[in-house]
């Protein structure tokens, strides 16, 4: 569903740790296979991380960002099953931007950006100006979330491009089902081992293995859209290992992925429709004036390129869903409309998507060669559906589709079937955790700063407040009243609330607010 990159223009098994009789500070390590009949997690959390060059995409993106001495790279090795910790491990890539104090820093700070499924060592490679601020007294780290990005990355193939589960809909909900059975196939088939053991469950427990390597008593953390929810299931595990934790653009951690992939068509559109009013108010936009022509300009022009793609000289297609993908990310952000305003101008005046596409592979989503185009939409897919224990029984996805489908068309005609896609694709997989919707709540930590952006079109505001109740009173909101995904990176004086707190501990008062800028 939801949530790309915040910086884009920049089952699960619990097995609870606290309790456990073993190495001081190593939650879930018991003393000796079988004590207290716990497995035996003390090689993970004894492990230290061997930094070194980065490699590949990383290490160019690095260099032209110009910080490529202080950029090293590493990993750490998690068991694949918590429960069966020998029964396969996987190595989670990571890396690190030194602090810049010349000094002993006060420790790390954990970077999650997004997704699930952005991969985070890439973006932190491509993001190293906007975070420069926090590294004069940490290390700023992030990581590559298990299936994702250069650790084990998941992949449906084709599957989840070439066929639309949609097709046909209310009229033949027998060939939806058929459809999405044949994808849940594809992506077992392609994505090994690690995939029956995604979701935020086991990538949480994953970060505290990385606390410990990192040599940090405490967990500091800053998380961006899905990173929230990350953080919370973080806190909710492992309260006692909390440091500071900053949460942008907060995720819900209640509503099924039918609900929160609605409220992301929604968002998306109050966001597209305020893009289109910006650029029918402008001179030269190539919607012209109007902005209601516009809007149907647009449904028109997705419409047209599904129906007959842009070819390329090698063969290569660019399809209306190709647009729709650029628009789902340049929306995140004001700041990127006057370059979106041009690169829609060059696609409807020469038929030239060259800028929409390099819009949608910027240095913050640079990947390795080996890491499979799809990754980022299966890891998402395999995350939320893992998160999520309703799970429809065949009867019940036929006599619903039709519904769905004229659900999320009213919703967006632009957005509507490609985030219709991954809420029905859940069919077929194993029902997810019911820990997150029930046990996440009232949590035993320090204060943790929430950030909410009244115009976020992926996570709206009402999420920060839903979120806040159930984290308790230990929950601290902070209103931003700007427009765009998450805050930190659009607004200076969230930035400054932000770096406040994870630097210096200053709490904002209850029902402080940002002003949009």
């Known amino acids: 569903m939801r949530k790309a990159c915040a910086v884009a223009g920049v089952t699960v098994l619990v097995v609870a740790g606290a309790g456990v009789t073993g190495i001081p500070g190593v939650p879930g390590a018991a003393v000796a296979a079988g004590g207290g009949g716990r497995p035996d997690l003390t090689r993970f959390y004894t492990q230290k991380i061997k930094w070194a060059g980065c490699e590949g995409d990383t290490e160019a993106v690095a260099e032209a960002t110009g910080g490529a001495d202080d950029i090293r790279c590493g990993h750490v090795t998690v068991p694949i099953d918590y429960a069966k910790p020998g029964a396969g491990t996987v190595d989670l890539a990571m890396i690190r931007m030194k602090s810049s104090t010349g000094g002993k820093p006060r420790g790390s700070l954990l970077l999650n950006f997004g997704g ?59 060939a939806v089902l058929k459809e999405m059975r044949k994808v849940s196939k594809e992506c077992a088939d392609r994505s090994g081992p690690v995939l029956p053991h995604m979701g935020t469950v086991n990538v949480s427990r994953d970060m505290d293995v990385m606390r410990q390597a990192l040599g940090d008593k405490k967990l500091n953390y800053l998380g961006f859209s899905y990173g929230t929810r990350l953080g919370a299931v973080y806190a909710a595990q492992f309260p006692k290992k909390v440091g500071r934790m900053a949460l942008d653009g907060v995720d819900t951690l209640t509503e099924p992925v039918a609900a929160q992939s609605l409220a992301t068509v929604e968002g998306r559109q109050t966001a597209l429709d305020n893009f289109l009013a910006w650029c029918t108010g402008n001179a030269g936009c190539v919607f012209g004036t109007d902005a209601r022509n516009a809007r149907q300009s647009m449904v028109t022009l997705i419409q047209e390129m599904d129906e007959m793609p842009l070819q390329s000289m090698d063969g290569a297609e660019f399809t209306g869903q190709d647009v729709v993908s650029v628009l789902g990310q340049a929306l995140y952000s004001r700041q990127a409309w006057p370059a979106l305003s041009q690169a829609l101008g060059a696609l409807l005046a020469d038929g030239d998507p060259r800028a929409l596409i390099r819009m949608s592979g910027g240095l913050a989503h640079a990947m390795g060669e080996e890491v499979p185009g799809d990754n980022m939409a299966a890891a998402l897919m395999a995350v939320n559906c893992a998160d999520d224990p309703d799970r429809p029984d065949a009867a019940r996805i036929e006599k619903e589709v039709g519904r769905l489908q004229k659900e999320f068309d009213a919703a967006s005609p632009v957005f509507g079937k490609s985030m219709l896609m991954p809420v029905l694709l859940c069919f077929g997989r194993p029902p997810g955790t019911t820990y997150i919707r029930e046990d996440v709540r009232d949590v035993k930590t320090p204060k ?23 984290l308790g009173p230990q929950a601290v909101v902070l209103d931003n009243k700007g427009d765009g995904h998450t805050g930190y990176l659009g607004s200076e004086c969230v930035q400054d609330k932000v770096n406040g707190f994870l630097l210096y501990g200053e709490t904002p008062k209850t029902g402080s607010s940002c002003a949009a800028e």
């Open 448 to 470: 943790l700063l929430l950030v909410g952006t009244r115009g976020d079109p992926a996570t709206p505001y009402r999420w920060t407040e839903e979120t806040a109740r159930r």
């Open 116 to 174: 699930p499924g952005g991969p985070g060592v890439s973006a932190l490679a491509g993001a190293q100006k906007e975070f420069g601020f926090l590294s004069k007294d940490y290390d700023i780290v992030s990581f590559d979330p298990r299936g994702v990005g250069q650790s084990a990355p998941v992949s449906c193939g084709d599957a989840d491009e070439s066929t639309d589960p949609t097709a046909g809909g209310a009229e033949d909900p027998a």
